[in-house]
């Protein structure tokens, strides 16, 4: 019987902390991408020493690259059959260059690519790459509310920007236009999409009523105060009256007022 | 032909152990042990997916732009039955936040420091989409791509862009758009990345660090030299004015406040049904010279980010404060013409 119910604890202490190994358990889908990027890291090293030293690489980098060199070999002979010794080499080769990468990189302080720095060295292609992903959102969500948005100027003017990025010509501003046009259709779909959020908070909220009466009645039986359910009820109405006056943005304040007022009664007659 | 029919695995305990100790270990066979482990799998069947079903992203992808800033955009199971959600960010410098519940529905949401509250109401699955500018660092001509990812991800990586280092094993690398896209597992990450460079192209630039000829090192060390001076000089200024400007800020707001907000007494009599919990925080912020960030409120009233934007909020509603966005901040500010609008 001992062994028995140890057993049981062991498969659910094993069931409970199974999800988080099934993360560690993972396995590369082609084993080959190991070699082909440690190769990559490999030649992009060749062409960084041979940039910034030409035939006079400092010893410890030569030796660091021998070494990350015997990797990869290593790395290529142990597959396709020793997989565990592949990804040691691969490991290995990848902490070497990154090593050397960081030897040959000048000894500039570490920066963050904040929204400080990018002011001072803007990358206008990077800018609209992001803004032309948001726009996408947004044609995405006004198809799906119907605002009859038009997007025809914010397309010329990424499709202005594009070309002028390309051709040198572009300076910040048509992105900050850019920006500003993109506010403004955010704030039309807000304004288009606020009354199917209205309807949804509304029906989700007088769903919630009828489960919250039911708490309120069994808490009642079980010998909640009549101030305590008195309040809960004035709450409730407080939240229909605001749905009649279509006042949803208060009707949420007090839901979520009345759910915390719902969960202390719980716990008071537990 | 024996018709008596023996189950082959008692009949070693049968000659040793007698019959009654037989028949109690096939009891426990029977009748425990079985249900015993069936309820053990049941249970354990259960667990495993509630414990990777809500806040658990189903799918995170991200996109690495040139320069730097990364693109996130995730999947996550929501309690359908919850009003909101709180979502953690992998940084605070967010643009672009657009979230989306089921069948394409926009969610309100708000962006406060590292996490977002989103309106969930009744969505199961929410999408999340937004830019971030804290997960690339840049050291020299190396990249580095820092997460912890709460879940396995992908990662496209810039055009052009070679990984020179890597701490962990991926899972899958692709080519998107002559792109590398690794599919990580969960867990810490870092890979280091820098531009790739053409060397049978002689002066070749680099597109992200430009390398200097020797012949213009010179200039560039001495334009270096005269900038760093010039940028020391006008630190060193601003500093000094820095000091003379709390003080000179400290007396217009003293001015301001005298002139401009009313005290927190007129406010309660013009707003007699204010909750006593908000009175306090509205007395504080009359105190504090009108205004104060939300930060400030939480410290001071050491109340959770939840609750603390949902008095502000209310506070916002009766026409009691307004809020500004200030440094990535909310600035919840008295609003000055309460009398003149009664």
Same mark, same amino acid.
């Given at each position: 019987?001992?062994?028995?119910?140890?057993?049981?604890?062991?498969?659910?202490?094993?069931?409970?902390?199974?999800?988080?190994?099934?993360? #560690?358990?993972?396995?590369?889908?082609?084993?080959?991408?190991?070699?082909?990027?440690?190769?990559?890291? #490999?030649?992009?090293?060749?062409?960084? =020493?041979?940039?910034?030293?030409?035939?006079?690489?400092?010893?410890?980098?030569?030796?660091?690259? =021998?070494?990350?060199?015997?990797?990869?070999?290593?790395?290529?002979?142990? $597959?396709?059959?020793?997989?565990?010794?592949?990804?040691?080499?691969?490991?290995?080769?990848?902490? =070497?260059?990154?090593?050397?990468?960081?030897?040959?990189?000048?000894?500039?302080?570490?920066?963050?690519?904040?929204?400080?720095?990018?002011?001072?060295?803007?990358? $206008?292609?990077?800018?609209?790459?992001?803004?032309?992903?948001?726009?996408?959102?947004?044609?995405?969500?006004?198809?799906?509310?119907?605002?009859?948005?038009?997007? #025809?100027?914010?397309?010329? =003017?990424?499709?202005?920007?594009?070309?002028?990025?390309?051709?040198?010509?572009?300076?910040?501003?048509?992105?900050?236009?850019?920006?500003?046009?993109?506010?403004?259709?955010?704030?039309?779909?807000?304004?288009?999409?606020?009354?199917?959020?209205?309807?949804?908070?509304?029906?989700?909220?007088?769903?919630?009523?009828?489960?919250?009466?039911?708490?309120?009645?069994?808490?009642?039986?079980?010998?909640?105060?009549?101030?305590?359910?008195?309040?809960?009820?004035?709450?409730?109405?407080?939240?229909?009256?605001?749905?009649?006056?279509?006042?949803?943005?208060?009707?949420?304040?007090?839901?979520?007022?009345?759910?915390?007022?719902?969960?202390?009664?719980?716990?008071?007659?537990? | 032909?024996?018709?008596?029919?023996?189950?082959?695995?008692?009949?070693?305990?049968?000659?040793?152990?007698?019959?009654?100790?037989?028949?109690?270990?096939?009891?426990?066979?029977?009748?425990?042990?079985?249900?015993?482990?069936?309820?053990?799998?049941?249970?354990?069947?259960?667990?495993?997916?509630?414990?990777?079903?809500?806040?658990?992203?189903?799918?995170? %992808?991200?996109?690495?732009?040139?320069?730097?800033?990364?693109?996130?955009?995730?999947?996550?199971?929501?309690?359908?039955?919850?009003?909101?959600?709180?979502?953690?960010?992998?940084?605070?410098?967010?643009?672009?936040?657009?979230?989306?519940?089921? +069948?394409?529905?926009?969610?309100?949401?708000?962006?406060?420091?590292?996490?977002?509250?989103?309106?969930?109401?009744?969505?199961?699955?929410?999408?999340?989409?937004?830019?971030?500018? %804290?997960?690339?660092?840049?050291?020299?001509?190396?990249?580095?791509?820092?997460?912890?990812?709460?879940?396995?991800?992908?990662?496209?990586?810039?055009? +052009?862009?070679?990984?020179?280092?890597?701490?962990?094993?991926?899972?899958?690398?692709?080519?998107?758009?002559?792109?590398?896209?690794?599919?990580?597992?969960?867990?810490?990450?870092?890979?280091?990345?820098?531009?790739?460079?053409?060397?049978?192209?002689?002066?070749?630039?680099?597109?992200? +660090?430009?390398?200097?000829?020797?012949?213009?090192?010179?200039?560039?060390?001495?334009?270096?030299?005269?900038?760093?001076?010039?940028?020391?000089?006008?630190?060193?200024?601003?500093?000094?004015?820095?000091?003379?400007?709390?003080?000179?800020?400290?007396?217009?707001?003293?001015?301001?406040?005298?002139?401009?907000?009313?005290?927190?007494?007129?406010?309660?009599?013009?707003?007699?049904?204010?909750?006593?919990?908000?009175?306090?925080?509205?007395?504080?912020?009359?105190?504090?010279?009108?205004?104060?960030?939300?930060?400030?409120?939480?410290?001071?009233?050491?109340?959770?980010?939840?609750?603390?934007?949902?008095?502000?909020?209310?506070?916002?509603?009766?026409?009691?404060?307004?809020?500004?966005?200030?440094?990535?901040?909310?600035?919840?500010?008295?609003?000055?013409?309460?009398?003149?609008?009664?």
């Amino acid at each position: 019987m001992k062994t028995l119910a140890l057993f049981t604890i062991f498969v659910l202490i094993f069931g409970t902390v199974s999800t988080s190994l099934v993360g #560690d358990a993972y396995a590369q889908k082609d084993p080959n991408i190991l070699l082909r990027i440690a190769t990559q890291a #490999d030649e992009q090293i060749s062409n960084q =020493l041979e940039r910034s030293y030409g035939n006079s690489i400092p010893s410890d980098v030569q030796t660091l690259y =021998l070494q990350g060199q015997t990797a990869v070999v290593s790395l290529k002979n142990s $597959l396709p059959d020793d997989i565990e010794q592949a990804r040691e080499d691969f490991l290995m080769a990848m902490k =070497l260059f990154k090593q050397i990468s960081k030897m040959i990189s000048e000894p500039i302080e570490k920066s963050t690519i904040s929204k400080s720095t990018r002011v001072a060295d803007r990358d $206008l292609s990077s800018e609209l790459d992001r803004l032309e992903k948001y726009v996408e959102n947004l044609k995405t969500i006004s198809k799906k509310h119907n605002t009859g948005i038009i997007f #025809d100027e914010i397309d010329q =003017l990424i499709e202005s920007a594009r070309t002028q990025i390309e051709t040198e010509t572009a300076s910040p501003e048509i992105i900050d236009q850019l920006k500003h046009h993109v506010n403004s259709i955010q704030q039309k779909i807000h304004d288009s999409s606020s009354d199917g959020t209205s309807n949804r908070i509304n029906q989700f909220i007088e769903k919630q009523l009828k489960t919250i009466n039911k708490k309120l009645t069994k808490a009642s039986d079980a010998g909640a105060t009549a101030d305590q359910i008195g309040e809960a009820v004035k709450l409730i109405d407080q939240i229909k009256s605001s749905i009649e006056n279509n006042d949803i943005d208060n009707a949420k304040l007090v839901f979520h007022e009345l759910n915390k007022l719902v969960k202390n009664i719980e716990r008071s007659v537990r | 032909m024996n018709p008596e029919i023996v189950p082959m695995h008692r009949k070693e305990s049968l000659r040793e152990d007698g019959m009654l100790f037989v028949r109690t270990e096939g009891i426990v066979d029977t009748m425990v042990k079985i249900p015993l482990l069936v309820a053990s799998m049941i249970i354990v069947a259960a667990i495993m997916p509630i414990q990777s079903s809500f806040s658990s992203p189903r799918t995170l %992808d991200l996109i690495i732009y040139p320069d730097g800033s990364t693109h996130v955009s995730t999947e996550i199971d929501v309690d359908p039955f919850a009003t909101d959600y709180e979502l953690d960010l992998f940084g605070s410098t967010i643009d672009n936040f657009v979230a989306v519940g089921e +069948n394409e529905f926009l969610l309100t949401s708000d962006v406060i420091g590292n996490f977002a509250l989103i309106e969930t109401f009744g969505s199961s699955v929410i999408s999340v989409e937004y830019d971030i500018h %804290d997960l690339v660092s840049k050291q020299g001509r190396v990249w580095t791509f820092s997460l912890d990812a709460p879940s396995n991800f992908t990662l496209l990586l810039p055009k +052009n862009s070679a990984i020179v280092g890597m701490t962990n094993l991926p899972i899958n690398m692709e080519i998107v758009d002559d792109k590398n896209q690794l599919t990580l597992s969960s867990g810490n990450a870092e890979i280091n990345y820098l531009f790739s460079t053409i060397p049978t192209i002689p002066n070749v630039i680099d597109p992200v +660090n430009p390398t200097l000829t020797p012949d213009y090192l010179s200039y560039a060390l001495i334009g270096g030299v005269v900038a760093a001076a010039v940028i020391g000089v006008t630190i060193i200024i601003r500093s000094k004015q820095k000091i003379v400007k709390p003080i000179q800020d400290q007396q217009l707001t003293q001015t301001a406040q005298k002139i401009e907000t009313i005290d927190a007494e007129t406010i309660f009599k013009l707003r007699p049904d204010i909750r006593e919990d908000d009175k306090e925080i509205v007395k504080f912020i009359s105190d504090n010279g009108g205004q104060a960030f939300e930060s400030e409120l939480r410290k001071k009233f050491l109340q959770p980010r939840t609750t603390m934007w949902r008095a502000v909020k209310r506070l916002e509603r009766n026409e009691i404060v307004e809020i500004e966005k200030k440094d990535l901040q909310n600035l919840v500010k008295l609003r000055k013409n309460m009398e003149e609008e009664e």
